[in-house]
């Protein structure tokens, strides 16, 4: 009996092993090409560096403009994550608590929203832009991204909401409290998991998003990461500045892997709550 539990776990972890260390050597390859010369890289693109400079991220930072598109991307994602729980956050109050005629049917319009390829939009936002004069600006690239992170925002929050006693709210409402003090000073602090999970989540979504900032901005000091790294990507063909572009890959990920590593139990704890509340 104990031989078949050991060959079952063994039969479920190994898989899953086998595959942690493929996901993870082409990270590590990368951390470590970034701190080679580019002669290290093309003798020895598999050995460790024989000393550990700084010199492709100062030049990834510098001589490619990471160091602006890093700011730019962190602009974005926080303004576009802040935008997103102010529309979403209400919203969600009000078709889970007040119930208004045709709350339903907004909440499935919202779910309906999740299911509709962004790609579709892309063309008339564009053009939407173009006429507001908006086109290369951060302020309405991270509020297109707030946009279209709120059905799924809308979809946690409206789960956790679901979970809180009614009688909360009513008590607070007959010692004079407004809806919008119940919202913020009874429901937001009893829902904060959800909160920090829909954050994580949108966070993550917009710092790694590359379409879209593609299409909407147009100059080296507007673009953010993805954009900045793809036409690293293409000059390093040319120019062999291999090392910069590992140095600008590993400043890409890295605040993304510090993200999960500090919040990966409250992300995975949000979900199945959310799931199971839901």
Do not use: H
Request: glycine share 6%; proline share 4%.
């Amino acid at each position: 009996m104990k031989l078949g539990k050991l060959l079952f776990k063994a039969g479920i972890r190994i898989p899953l092993l086998i595959w942690a260390l493929i996901v993870i050597y082409p990270i590590i390859w990368m951390f470590l090409g970034a701190f080679k010369s580019n002669g290290e890289i093309f003798a020895s693109p598999w050995a460790l560096p024989k000393s550990f400079s700084f010199d492709n991220f100062i030049l990834a930072w510098t001589e490619f403009n990471i160091g602006s598109s890093f700011m730019n991307s962190i602009f974005v994602t926080v303004l576009g994550t802040f935008l997103c729980l102010v529309f979403a956050l209400p919203t969600s109050y009000a078709i889970e608590r007040l119930k208004f005629k045709g709350s339903k049917i907004l909440f499935n319009v919202y779910l309906s929203a999740m299911m509709i390829p962004m790609v579709l939009g892309w063309i008339p936002l564009f053009f939407l832009l173009l006429k507001f004069n908006m086109i290369d600006n951060l302020w309405a690239l991270s509020l297109i991204y707030a946009v279209t992170q709120i059905p799924f925002s809308i979809f946690i929050l409206t789960s956790f909401m679901g979970s809180i006693p009614k009688e909360m709210e009513e008590s607070a409402a007959m010692d004079g409290m407004s809806p919008y003090g119940i919202l913020f000073k009874i429901i937001t602090p009893l829902v904060m998991t959800g909160i920090i999970t829909v954050s994580i989540m949108n966070a993550v979504t917009f710092w790694n998003e590359y379409f879209m900032a593609l299409i909407f901005l147009q100059t080296d000091e507007s673009y953010t990461l993805g954009v900045a790294m793809d036409l690293m990507n293409k000059e390093a063909q040319y120019t062999n500045a291999w090392g910069a572009l590992f140095a600008g890959l590993s400043i890409a990920i890295i605040p993304v892997l510090l993200v999960y590593a500090i919040f990966q139990r409250k992300i995975v704890k949000g979900m199945i709550e959310g799931a199971v509340k839901g």
